[in-house]
């Protein structure tokens, strides 16, 4: 069945940085388009990133771009969110998303990112 785990999340001071991670199984990663989305407390859940299945193309959210990059290993079946410069304001959970064409969305557990001083 179709897995997604997430990791990296924490607790970090602002300006700081993290990586998360998300590992997949269950599905032909190397084919999908995969997605990170972030929800904080009394906030409807958004898009952060988003990456083709080669890796060629990628976009974000204007709230992260030039702090945050997506990538992704598809020998590992993983991909990474890697955050720079991070603010009060990127506190959130974070998921990571897959949609199949056979079968629908996908979600992981989440991974809690907390940005304070």
């Known amino acids: 069945q179709v897995q997604l785990v997430e990791s990296g999340g924490g607790l970090v001071q602002p300006g700081g940085s993290l990586t998360l991670s998300c590992v997949a199984s269950?599905?032909?990663?190397?084919?999908?388009?995969m997605s990170w989305y972030r929800q904080a407390p009394g906030k409807e859940r958004e898009l952060v990133a988003g990456?083709?299945?080669?890796?060629?193309?990628?976009n974000y959210a204007d709230s992260v771009k030039g702090r945050f990059t997506i990538s992704r290993d598809n020998v590992k079946n993983t991909v990474y969110l890697q955050m720079n410069s991070l603010k009060s304001e990127d506190t959130a959970v974070y998921y990571c998303?897959?949609?199949?064409?056979?079968?629908?969305?996908?979600w992981g557990q989440g991974t809690q990112v907390t940005v304070s001083s």
């Open positions: 998303r897959v949609l199949l064409a056979s079968s629908g969305v996908y």
């Open positions: 990456i083709t299945g080669g890796g060629r193309a990628v």
């Open positions: 269950g599905f032909t990663f190397s084919t999908y388009f």
